[in-house]
């Protein structure tokens, strides 16, 4: 039997490593040696091989092997209706700017890749159907999810789930969409008729393929997959995507991908909690803007309204409920929303003109000099970004999102440690506020979700 620790100081433990990187595109493990050895390890007992050359002769050779270890390499963490904006975004934007779209061909394709054991996909067939099955009658709709890993296809084609998986999900949606199977929820045959499942690698396998079904698709849902892969990686993605959209189509990327950078060939469009890219060949109509924003809250402690009990999460409210009302942020000032809107439209020159203007009365808030990092590192100044951040965290330490912002920055710089510190920063901060703790100037974004995203990025640099 060999052990992690034989593996580590194996001389081809080396080269396994670069296969499984080069296979799954998960540059997550370029660091993770003890992680992977115990995996591999496992693996090669199961397989009852004893040296690191001939597992490794065996992952070249054998498919299924190579298809066992990456189901226990890859990281499949997913729930119904997780981050709720996105949800809303793709019910008040996206989908009514498709409706009208294709009125005429009647048609919808929509890929989830990466879809995991299966939510993503069926979160959006409930939305679907609930919402828009009357609009949509004898429409041809089909949503795809993909993934790499076959054992979470299987789950997925299940279709079975336990109760954690609804912890974002109204109870009267479980009760509607799913039927009790002993203690899991088994999807219903209306909501797993609209979805299909293959699997797909998104490093391996080239995209757009009309032979691999991928092509042609309205929207694009690769939310979470994409942070474990290199930044050369992903920019290579990028125009993959793009290319697999239809003109006008959309791509909805993870909360915790914020680097717009990358997307710079969409148009973007900002909304409360979700940033969505449109591919905009020609003359595309606009899509409706997002629903105006609520006024500013009053200096003083804010809460998501009707959300109390902080764990587990609450859920997301029932999806005839009117949007969120939610206010943007403490103590926002008319100016900035002006810099926010401007932003939103993605107007950087204008936005940053309107920001040095409220600065040059306030230089003392931390606000602008932390909303100009968010627009100079649109506009691609990293140096003014990092100041900008820096600058903000100076005047004001207990405000999360800037040490959040230079910790996503840091990570990208690849200063590790650095980034780990500023992730620290923000958990103590949010050490005694409860999960529905609006975070300042996070718009929606409540106290839970900004631990989870950030607890997301230390697993993925290492605690
Ligand atoms: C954290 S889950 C995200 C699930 C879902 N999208 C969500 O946000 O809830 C990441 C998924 O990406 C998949 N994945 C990792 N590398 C992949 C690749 N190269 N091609 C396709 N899927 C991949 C994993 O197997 C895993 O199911």
């Given amino acids: 039997m060999t052990s992690a620790a034989d593996l580590l100081a194996d001389p081809y433990f080396p080269r396994l490593k670069a296969l499984v990187i080069h296979v799954t595109g998960m540059a997550f493990y370029a660091d993770k040696d003890a992680d992977l050895a115990l995996i591999v390890a496992d693996r090669m007992d199961h397989c009852a091989i004893e040296s690191c050359a001939a597992y490794l002769e065996r992952l070249q050779g054998d498919g299924e092997e190579m298809d066992s270890l990456v189901a226990e390499l890859t990281i499949g963490e997913t729930y119904f209706f997780r981050h709720k904006e996105q949800f809303d975004a793709l019910r008040e934007i996206i989908l009514p700017d498709i409706l009208a779209r ?4 009647r048609r919808l394709r929509i890929w989830s890749a990466g879809c995991a054991t299966g939510p993503e996909p069926y979160t959006l067939a409930i939305l679907l159907k609930r919402e828009f099955g009357a609009q949509m009658l004898g429409w041809h709709v089909s949503i795809l999810g993909t993934d790499i890993n076959q054992k979470f296809l299987a789950r997925a084609r299940d279709g079975r789930y336990d109760q954690w998986a609804f912890r974002a999900t109204p109870d009267n949606i479980r009760h509607d969409c799913f ?14 008729a609209m979805v299909s499942f293959q699997y797909h690698n998104l490093t391996r396998n080239r995209f757009p393929s009309i032979t691999d079904n991928i092509a042609g698709f309205d929207i694009i849902i690769c939310r979470n997959v994409v942070i474990y892969f ?7 993605l990028v125009p993959c995507f793009r290319e697999s959209l239809t003109d006008g189509g959309w791509l909805v990327m993870g909360h915790a991908e914020p680097n717009m950078e990358l997307f710079r060939s969409f148009r973007t469009v900002n909304c409360p909690g979700a940033v969505l890219y449109q591919r905009v060949d020609g003359d595309v109509p606009e899509a ?7 006024p500013p809250r009053p200096p003083g402690p804010a809460t998501r309204p009707a959300k109390s009990s902080p ?17 943007v942020a403490v103590a926002a000032s008319q100016p900035l929303s002006e810099v926010r809107s401007l932003a939103d ?8 003109r309107a920001c040095d203007a409220v600065l040059s009365g306030d230089a003392l808030n931390w606000r602008p000099h932390y909303l100009r990092a968010l ?14 951040l820096r600058r903000a965290i100076y005047l004001d330490r207990r405000a999360a999102l800037p040490h959040y912002h230079l910790g996503l920055f840091l990570q990208r710089a690849e200063e590790t440690e650095a980034a780990r510190r500023s992730f620290r920063n923000v958990l103590t901060l949010l050490e005694h506020q409860p999960d529905d703790m609006l975070v300042d100037e996070g718009e929606d974004l409540d106290a839970g979700q900004l631990r989870e995203t950030v607890g997301m990025h230390m697993k993925l640099i290492g605690m």
């Fill in 375 to 388: 627009i100079l590192d649109q506009m691609g100044d990293k140096e003014a970004c990092e100041a900008a």
């Fill in 102 to 105: 294709n009125a005429s061909s």
């Fill in 311 to 327: 764990k587990p999460k609450p859920p997301v409210r029932p999806s005839a409920a009117p949007a969120k009302t939610a206010p």
């Fill in 288 to 294: 409706p803007p997002p629903s105006p924003r609520p």
């Fill in 345 to 352: 439209q993605g107007k950087w020159d204008d936005a940053l």
């Fill in 230 to 236: 290199s930044h050369e990686t992903v920019e290579a």
């Fill in 179 to 192: 039927i009790p199977v002993g203690k899991q929820w088994q999807i219903k045959p209306e909501y797993k």
